[in-house]
């Protein structure tokens, strides 16, 4: 039987999946081949298109069996016998148009669903002249998102720590909102990007987050099988201190057999509520996050312990590199965040069990406009690592700034850690890609509707990371506006293609980061964290900027990197721009590679970044006639304050490198 597709609450936005976007296969003749809840998911979504566009669908009886494939113009079908089912695995799919007939196969249900949602992306194309037969298969087999959620509302943080969309769509004031068809809607987005698994609960796991893991379980449940139709599995963060907060047991040591025998049977329990539960997820020895150090074990025997519990079902721990001291004493030049990471697990390599993963921030500090790509992620070839990516906006204008990260992530993805032939980030990530998610309840999902692009990017390059980004882009932009004129087209890539580079124009420059008010990190702070326990510093003084993270006169930073790479941060002089005050402590009037030195940089660039921003205002406000009032609206609400916002950075940097420099504009413009 078709599964029914989920309505959407009134005036809850489509994003990327409006009805339009389903008119080329529901106007045509389809034959679905195959069993289970996932191809009943399938059946209902050609089913309801079908209904919408006068289109006819068939359920088949067995492979081979009539009716007659040449009769329809789409062919969907699990086949165990096709022979490149090795080759596809249990979630790829081959496409391939001959005869006036499309054909989707795929060894599995999942890649049938996948294939499904290939055929919606490609719309009337995927129905036009011959086409040889392609195969598509995920390159990482996990694609994650973390979901920061608090079950109660955090004083500080609120019902989402660093949610910039609304409330949770899983929790609200203390308990589930008990909104499945919205969770179903939601799992819908994300299978139609590739995205196969989500962690429901925030890392910072506290009171009622931790007994997610035992008496609310029934919770967890209720939220996988909304998300399950779509072929997302569940995960759970929980607290390493699960044992004793639970159940009163002295002591959390991993290596305790009481300890182990208490995750063994809540292992047991999870996977006896919910079948296909994916795993957890662990922030351990973290900003205040209990963890193995207090009982002088290791990381890798903490993740080992979880990675026991949960291999006879098989599930997977992540666990979080994010290991630092997190009080420090910034008088202390020698203590650098930046090596904590690579510190910490680099020693640990081959120490982990197959299940157990390694997830790893795609920088060493926090998710910065702009960092190197993190030393830890090319360390460890022994060990599964996933990266974690940040689409929630944190650092980069919290979803009130217009900000697409796709170029951000295809170069740390495409990023080969060795300086040469050897594999890239997403080819060393074997245990998958992560972000933390960018989705409230909003009713545009994402703050605003142009900030969805971020949460489709993310999906299809973690599908396939050397995907050209604008390319995505360009999808994205023709599924959200099917028939989109030229004008609108052309619009929304201006506004869109440069703006993280924008965004880095106005804010911190040059790779230094950091430069916010602390806590709630939105807005321009230069000396926010200069002098702060969490360690994050650019050593501004009247003779220049930036902190040394060389080996010969630094941290040692540079010298985590494999060979090539540690030569070229190591030197002033090879360094890249974008990075040299993430590296070096320079004089202000170092001159970069593109000839300008430092000082006129900083200032070139934070008026540069404001006028971009003026302009892509400019640009949205002249397509009011050809968006939809709503969206139009919020997304210029969102340009309003980015300019005021970014005029507020402009000002307030310029100001202080003016100030410690004592070196005026060379363009004699006003600095205050």
Excluded at 295 to 316: I, Q, V
Excluded at 355 to 366: E, F, R, S, T
Excluded at 590 to 607: A, E, M, N, R
């Amino acid at each position: 039987m078709p599964l029914p597709v989920p309505v959407l609450p009134e005036g809850v936005d489509p994003a990327w999946l409006p009805v339009e976007a389903l008119r080329p296969l529901g106007a045509r003749r389809t034959l679905i081949r195959g069993s289970g809840t996932l191809v009943d998911t399938v059946h209902g979504e050609v089913a309801d298109a079908c209904g919408r566009f006068g289109g006819e669908v068939v359920r088949g009886a067995a492979e081979g069996a009539a009716p007659d494939d040449a009769s329809y113009d789409l062919v969907l079908e699990v086949s165990a016998a096709d022979g490149a089912a090795d080759r596809l695995g249990a979630e790829g799919f081959a496409f391939e148009r001959d005869g006036g007939t499309t054909t989707v196969t795929a060894s599995g249900p999942r890649g049938l669903l996948y294939g499904l949602f290939h055929v919606v992306r490609l719309g009337a194309a995927a129905f036009a002249g011959p086409v040889a037969r392609e195969e598509h298969r995920p390159a990482t087999a996990l694609r994650m998102l973390d979901h920061w959620d608090n079950v109660s509302v955090h004083p500080v943080m609120g019902q989402v720590e660093r949610g910039y969309a609304g409330g949770s769509l899983f929790w609200r004031d203390g308990r589930a909102r008990g909104e499945p068809e919205r969770v179903r809607a939601y799992g819908r987005l994300l299978a139609t990007v590739g995205i196969n698994a989500v962690s429901v609960n925030n890392v910072n796991v506290r009171g009622a987050e931790t007994r997610l893991l035992t008496e609310r379980l029934g919770e967890v449940a209720d939220l996988a099988g909304a998300l399950r139709p779509y072929g997302i599995r569940t995960h759970l963060s929980v607290n390493f201190a699960a044992p004793m907060l639970l159940d009163g047991l002295p002591t959390a040591d991993p290596l305790d057999t009481g300890v182990r025998a208490w995750w063994a049977e809540a292992v047991r329990r999870v996977y006896a509520a919910i079948r296909d539960f994916g795993g957890f997820v662990v922030k351990a020895d973290s900003e205040g996050e209990p963890g193995p150090f207090a009982y002088g074990r290791s990381h890798a025997d903490g993740a080992n312990m979880l990675a026991a519990a949960l291999a006879p079902y098989g599930g997977t721990v992540h666990w979080r590199a994010f290991v630092y001291d997190h009080r420090q004493d910034w008088r202390d030049r020698g203590t650098d965040r930046a090596r904590a990471a690579h510190d910490h697990f680099a020693p640990l390599d081959g120490e982990f069990a197959d299940n157990a993963v390694l997830q790893v921030k795609h920088g060493p500090m926090d998710f910065q406009v702009r960092e190197p790509v993190s030393p830890v992620l090319g360390a460890m070839p022994r060990t599964r690592l996933a990266v974690e990516v940040q689409a929630t906006q944190e650092y980069t204008g919290q979803q009130r700034h217009v900000c697409w990260l796709g170029p951000m992530w295809s170069e740390v993805l495409r990023f080969r850690t060795d300086g040469g032939a050897g594999p890239s980030v997403a080819e060393s990530a074997r245990g998958g890609i992560v972000a933390v998610s960018n989705v409230g309840d909003d009713p545009f999902w994402t703050g605003h509707p142009l900030a969805q692009a971020n949460l489709h990017t993310f999906g299809r390059l973690a599908w396939r990371p050397d995907a050209d980004p604008h390319g995505v882009l360009d999808e994205w932009i023709g599924l959200t506006f099917p028939g989109a004129p030229a004008r609108l087209a052309d619009g929304l890539r201006a506004v869109l293609r440069g703006s993280w580079r924008t965004y880095e124009k106005y804010t911190a420059p040059l790779g230094v980061g950091f430069m916010v008010q602390p806590g709630h990190h939105y807005g321009p702070g230069v000396d926010g964290y200069e002098y702060s326990r969490w360690g994050t510093y650019h050593f501004a003084d009247r003779d220049g900027v930036g902190v040394d993270r060389s080996a010969a006169t630094g941290t040692g930073y540079a010298a985590q990197y494999a060979k090539t790479w540690a030569e070229v941060y190591e030197s002033v002089d090879s360094c890249p721009d974008e990075l040299l005050l993430f590296f070096h402590h320079v004089p202000y009037g170092h001159v970069l590679h593109s000839g300008k030195t430092v000082i006129q940089h900083i200032y070139d660039t934070h008026f540069e970044g404001v006028e971009e921003a003026e302009e892509a205002r400019r640009v949205w406000a002249g397509l009011a006639d050809l968006v939809e009032p709503a969206r139009h609206a919020r997304v210029a609400e969102r340009y309003e304050e980015q300019v005021r916002c970014a005029r507020e950075w402009r000002d307030q940097v310029n100001s202080y490198f003016l100030r410690k420099s004592g070196v005026p504009d060379g363009q004699g413009r006003l600095i205050h």
